[in-house]
């Protein structure tokens, strides 16, 4: 039941950076570019790269309002991208909720010593 | 990552716990940097303390009952949507002044479980009229129901203001609530006021401080 749900995890959500992205996003009308900047603790380069692949994704939009003679770069997700984090969220809960009855195995044994 | 044996990746408990956190400091931030909408709030309900008083001079009842209870409720709901309007024109020119404009807004909650807590409160505060055999006290329903549902509000996102907003209208309720109907309908508007003044200073004090945390914490 967990396995076919984990098969279902949506992997370009998946990715810690952009899960940060949407996890900031899910919780406001749109964001600034230095808001998102400033709360996931990415580059710039990164968090650039990142957006393109949920705008690619039609998970996110951009637009651009000019103030005077600078323009601000506003975020917000779209429907689709609301409702991929609304499942991916849900399934992760779950996972979380399994591993906090039953710890995790390390992955392989030690190769330190 | 942990790798079940199907081969698939899980996600960390780590980041689950993060990604809730982010969640939870956004929200939070983002109710946060709303403060001046109380201040907003307030030229509003002075306004429309001035447009009753100005009303009084006019040959209606002090008194709403029979025929006038339909017309009193379209007044008022027309009167709360032009506030409204008023409230979000001043709200936006205060963001701006202040600098907050570039700190985002809460998304609204429309979900199944907003508008249940909005009619729970609403049932509750009725049954609270009902018991107390003063339901014929229409207005001072709103200063109730407001100061419950922000009592839970202020629970669920841990913004103080929140708070101060619902004791300070559930104190205006009971002071109202032992005084004659006439005088606390019109002293209900005023009041208001005075608590959003009082619930604005408090947002500013706590933004503030929230800030200053942000700044120890970098």
């Known amino acids: 039941m967990l396995a076919k749900d984990l098969a279902r995890l949506d992997r370009l959500v998946h990715e810690p950076a952009r899960l940060a992205i949407m996890a900031v996003l899910a919780e406001v009308d749109e964001a600034e570019f230095s808001f998102l900047l400033r709360q996931t603790g990415l580059t710039k380069g990164n968090l650039v790269s990142h957006l393109r692949v949920l705008e690619e994704a039609g998970f996110i939009f951009t637009r651009k309002v000019p103030v005077g003679s600078r323009k601000r770069t506003l975020i917000s997700l779209t429907n689709l991208g609301r409702d991929t984090f609304a499942a991916y969220w849900r399934r992760m809960l779950r996972w979380s909720q399994h591993f906090a009855d039953k710890p995790p195995q390390t992955d392989a044994p030690s190769t330190d010593d | ?218």
């Not at chain 2, 939870?24 to 983002?30: E, F, G, K, N």
């Not at chain 2, 025929?67 to 936006?92: M, Q």
């Open chain 2, 1 to 218: 990552m942990a790798v079940t044996d199907q081969g698939d990746r899980s996600p960390e408990p780590e980041t689950v716990k993060k990604a809730l956190r982010l969640r939870r400091h956004t929200r939070r931030l983002a109710h946060l940097s709303q403060w001046p909408i109380h201040l907003s709030v307030v030229p509003p309900l002075l306004l429309v303390t001035l447009l009753f008083w100005l009303l009084r001079r006019l040959p209606i009842p002090d008194t709403v009952s029979g025929d006038w209870i339909p017309l009193f409720w379209l007044g008022i709901a027309l009167l709360i949507g032009l506030a409204a309007l008023l409230t979000r024109a001043i709200h936006r020119r205060l963001r701006r002044a202040l600098h907050l404009e570039t700190w985002p807004t809460p998304r609204p909650d429309f979900s199944l479980r907003a508008f249940a807590l909005a009619f729970g409160t609403l049932a509750f505060t009725l049954a609270v009229h009902a018991l107390l055999g003063r339901l014929d006290r229409h207005a001072l329903i709103i200063p109730f129901w407001l100061g419950s549902h922000q009592l839970i509000a202020a629970w669920e996102t841990r913004v103080e203001r929140y708070a101060v907003q619902g004791v300070g209208c559930l104190l205006v309720w009971s002071l109202l609530m032992r005084m004659p109907a006439p005088q606390a309908s019109w002293l209900l508007l005023p009041s208001l006021a005075l608590v959003e003044l009082v619930t604005a200073l408090w947002g500013r004090w706590e933004w503030h401080r929230f800030q200053r945390e942000q700044a120890d914490a970098r």
